[in-house]
């Protein structure tokens, strides 16, 4: 844990200042992409950036409101108004907070690598295709048309000076955070010289008071809860997912372990408030996480400064927000698309196995499709079915003639038996015209699940048919229990195993069953 020093301190709130401006237009953006009012965005970044500082699991990680949740909002916010949103929030934050009391947070360990990358590349496309939007200007007639001539070539520049300036400003000196320094000079610039570029006031005013307290308004029906709730169990999820694997991706750069059900918690709590103080909710943000990591920001007060700085601008300084060059803000974003990026990994799926490659490429192609909590799922399941693959073929079955039982053959078996490898365990051996005294012995292997366990059985049922006897070595306890049948199968050692296996069975009317 960062020792919170003078220094420190002073970096931090530096840092959380550089994060409030480039909190500001992502807040006004991704409401508008869910439907409702800037301040509805603003107001859900304060209060959740607030909340997860102080209580939150990862000190340095940043919260708010996000792209991946708006999304999904849209469509309720089309449907049914935004009060309906309200009260979606809110049972999100309580579904996250049962997520904590359960301790489904660390689930996230199952995550595999290939997924975590596929997942930092597909996050830092949706960055840049985010910032995109910034290059576009209203038509005078209600909508929107990229820019040209000598607009576009104006804002390229300050984006590319900005950029510069971020790389150039920690050789010089580390006393200003580089983004902060970079938006501070290029705001000048335009400012002074009253460069015809687009401004943040060009998106909204984020001019406003203090939130207010709200219970939404909506009817306390059964009708309501079915509405809200699909969409509360989509957003909870999406949430947890995407602050949980940023929480792992800021620990590797820090060197600091967060801990995942802290974090659970406090974005429960977050969005529970920010629901009835007229939030849009929210979770962490990879693109201000990264800012605040690179700027230095690494204890609770760059999260808590963030927030407060983004309150101050709001309800005191919006006339002079409002003036920054939306260029400015673009070129940082476009550096934390590149920082965030995971270069490696492109000359690492050229060493790795090929299933791992595809995960990569498949997450970050569903990231960028469709939304973050599709795409873990996907990855999780197809790094799933790759291993209980691999693990399937694993599965052999030697045979030997028997040391201690003259005429008796042995079969060692090598390899996990699970529902992967159980129907071609049942193949590996022919009761026809094997001795008449078999014996498995399982010193090698593992008995996973039920499937194995009923696979044992079909053999033994075979074997039983064929007028031999087939006896069991080296299984676990809780393995002779379920499979003893008329008690030649089984062969007690000394040195059989100990370990259990993951559900119970009923061998009531002599055979094995699940509950």
């Known amino acids: 844990m960062t020792e919170l020093t003078p220094a420190q301190a002073r970096t931090d709130v530096l840092s959380g200042l550089?994060?409030?401006?480039?909190l500001v237009p992502e807040a006004v953006a991704f409401a508008?992409?869910?439907?409702?009012?800037?301040?509805?965005?603003?107001?859900?970044?304060f209060i959740v950036g607030l909340i997860t500082a102080v209580f939150g699991g990862r000190p340095g990680m940043i919260s708010g409101a996000t792209g991946a949740l708006a999304v999904v909002m849209v469509s309720l916010v089309t449907a049914h108004g935004v009060e309906y949103l309200f009260a979606t929030v809110?049972?999100?934050?309580?579904?996250q907070v049962i997520a904590g009391i359960f301790r489904l947070g660390k689930f996230m360990r199952m995550v595999p690598h290939p997924v975590m990358l596929g997942f930092v590349n597909g996050l830092a496309i949706v960055i840049f295709l985010a910032q995109l939007e910034q290059f576009r200007v209203s038509d005078g007639a209600g909508g929107h048309v990229w820019m040209s001539g000598t607009t576009l070539a104006i804002t390229l520049a300050l984006v590319g000076a900005t950029m510069a300036l971020i790389w150039a400003t920690p050789k010089v000196t580390r006393l200003v955070p580089a983004p902060l320094a970079a938006i501070?000079?290029?705001?000048?610039?335009?400012?002074?010289?009253?460069?015809?570029v687009p401004r943040v006031g060009d998106l909204a005013s984020v001019k406003g008071g203090l939130p207010q307290f709200h219970i939404p308004m909506v009817p306390l029906t059964f009708e309501t809860l079915q509405?809200?709730?699909?969409?509360?169990?989509?957003?909870?999820?999406?949430?947890?997912?995407e602050s949980l694997l940023t929480l792992n991706l800021v620990s590797e750069i820090t060197g600091n372990r967060g801990r995942a059900g802290k974090e659970v918690y406090a974005q429960g709590a977050a969005n529970i408030v920010t629901g009835f103080f007229g939030g849009m909710g929210g979770c962490a943000m990879i693109g201000q996480s990264m800012i605040n990591v690179n700027s230095g920001g690494r204890t609770r007060l760059a999260g808590?400064?963030?927030?407060?700085?983004?309150?101050?601008?709001?309800l005191f300084a919006s006339g002079i927000?409002?003036?920054?060059?939306?260029?400015?803000?673009?070129?940082?974003?476009?550096?934390?698309?590149?920082?965030?990026?995971?270069?490696?990994?492109?000359?690492?799926m050229r060493r790795i196995p090929r299933s791992d490659s595809l995960v990569i490429l498949l997450v970050t192609a569903v990231?960028?499709?469709?939304?973050?909590?599709?795409?873990?799922?996907?990855?999780?399941?197809?790094s799933a079915l790759v291993y209980a693959w691999n693990a399937a073929a694993q599965i052999q079955a030697r045979p030997r003639p028997s040391v201690t039982e003259k005429g008796a053959l042995v079969y060692d078996i090598r390899g996990p038996l699970f529902f992967g490898s159980a129907q071609r365990f049942q193949q590996m051996f022919n009761p026809e015209t094997d001795p008449d005294v078999v014996i498995l012995d399982f010193d090698q292997s593992r008995v996973v699940d039920q499937s194995a366990l009923q696979a044992i059985e079909a053999v033994a049922a075979k074997y039983d048919e064929a007028g031999k006897t087939l006896q069991l070595r080296h299984l676990s306890r809780d393995c002779h229990t379920l499979l003893s049948r008329a008690g030649q199968l089984m062969v007690d050692s000394d040195d059989d195993p100990h370990y259990a296996i993951a559900v119970d069975y009923d061998i009531r009317l002599g055979r094995i069953g699940g509950h």
């Open 18 to 22: 550089t994060v409030a401006l480039a």
């Open 32 to 45: 508008f992409v869910a439907g409702v009012e800037p301040l509805v965005g603003l107001y859900a970044a």
């Open 90 to 95: 809110v049972l999100m934050g309580i579904l």
């Open 184 to 196: 501070g000079i290029v705001a000048a610039l335009v400012i002074t010289f009253d460069i015809p």
């Open 227 to 241: 509405v809200i709730f699909p969409y509360a169990i989509i957003l909870a999820a999406i949430g947890l997912i």
């Open 304 to 314: 808590i400064s963030a927030a407060l700085f983004l309150l101050a601008f709001i």
């Open 321 to 348: 927000i409002e003036l920054i060059p939306l260029a400015a803000l673009v070129g940082v974003m476009f550096m934390v698309v590149i920082g965030t990026f995971a270069w490696q990994s492109i000359n690492l």
């Open 367 to 382: 990231t960028v499709a469709e939304d973050l909590a599709t795409a873990v799922v996907v990855g999780v399941i197809i």
